[in-house]
């Protein structure tokens, strides 16, 4: 199949799934239009849960194995549209529709490139294709629940939006919930231990606090307060303020350094929800990171979460499409960056596969 039929047929897919709603662990009915494509291709393919997967044909378990990700799932749309979510339309060479550019195009790429090379013999390495569910919600039934299913991977590309430049790195997550304990009182008599004054204090000390390692590529850790709440009642002083706080972590900490550097320093009680979404990153010199270079592409540092945090390998972030239109408004992708998006990822794994041979 050449790439003008894997360009069109990419294109059709992304409209179906545009029109399938598909909210994270809702995903049942995009999962089947993945099963569907591959079977008009004649792939073999396996599904856990809204997971779908597949290896190229000519599968040989000594040669390395590169895993080709993205995701299937969206957020919800927000009350800011103003047009159908799920109405697939092309204005002026824009497709528009819900996870069109999150990571809709991303997806479709990627199954047109895997299905490109899929019974091509004497690669170099074998590939393995995972349409992954729940990646917006970091849900337990997404990538991280079929990596066991999979052969150890040497490396990976997942595709989110980056404009088909290199993300190199990328920031993990770990969230917080803080608690600022006060005594509760009626409004009306005098009060010394009022947790919301105390807040102000502690938010300042957020506000202020920075951590002294500041990565070349993603640079500093980004810390930031994003919710609160407190009280009942007008005539009640609460016994308690809690607050919501998002850490952004580079690749200098890992999750667990940066969750005891705040537990032993903040002035208030911190819990992390989770330590397992670390930074993730592959090295420059990396045979994959070369062939992109070679092409003309740029390297930068994600300051967004992706499937990169379930990997243990080296992964790099790629994908048509500009991340800031993600989540907003009217979101949409340009159906030539689909295209553009195709042609350098056949292009990038056919130089790392003359790169591998030499090596």
């Not at 404009?163 to 600022?180: C, H, P, R, S």
Request: glycine share 6%.
């Amino acid at each position: 199949m050449d790439n003008h039929q894997l360009h069109k047929k990419a294109l059709t897919l992304l409209q179906n799934l545009i029109a399938t709603p598909s909210f994270s662990s809702e995903e049942e009915q995009t999962a089947l239009l993945i099963e569907q494509w591959f079977l008009q291709h004649s792939i073999p393919f396996k599904r856990s849960k809204n997971n779908v997967w597949a290896f190229n044909k000519h599968e040989d378990p000594s040669k390395p194995y590169i895993l080709l990700n993205s995701h299937h799932d969206t957020v919800k749309p927000n009350s800011a549209y103003t047009k159908d979510p799920f109405l697939p339309h092309i204005e002026d060479g824009k497709l528009f529709g819900l996870g069109s550019n999150d990571a809709g195009g991303c997806l479709v790429a990627l199954l047109a490139t895997f299905t490109y090379f899929f019974d091509k013999e004497d690669l170099a390495y074998n590939l393995v294709m995972v349409a992954s569910a729940e990646e917006e919600s970091s849900g337990p039934n997404g990538l991280n629940s079929v990596l066991a299913e999979l052969p150890p991977l040497a490396v990976a590309i997942v595709g989110e939006p980056t404009q088909m430049q290199l993300a190199i790195a990328e920031k993990g997550l770990v969230v917080f919930d803080a608690k600022i304990s006060g005594t509760p009182s009626h409004a009306a008599h005098p009060n010394d231990d009022n947790c919301i004054y105390k807040c102000i204090e502690v938010l300042d000390w957020f506000r202020n606090f920075s951590f002294p390692k500041v990565s070349e590529v993603l640079g500093a850790v980004k810390l930031t307060v994003t919710q609160i709440h407190a009280g009942s009642q007008h005539n009640v002083v609460p016994a308690e303020v809690n607050l919501v706080v998002d850490v952004r972590v580079n690749d200098c900490y890992t999750n667990h350094e940066i969750a005891q550097i705040l537990e032993e320093q903040a002035p208030c009680q911190l819990k992390a929800r989770s330590l397992r979404l670390n930074s993730s990153s592959i090295p420059e010199n990396h045979p994959l990171v070369q062939a992109g270079l070679a092409m003309g592409r740029t390297t930068y540092g994600s300051p967004t979460l992706s499937d990169q945090a379930a990997l243990s390998c080296h992964s790099l972030k790629m994908g048509p499409g500009d991340s800031t239109r993600s989540h907003s408004a009217d979101e949409y992708i340009y159906v030539e960056e689909i295209y553009e998006g195709i042609n350098l990822y056949i292009e990038l794994l056919e130089r790392v596969l003359l790169c591998t041979s030499k090596n």
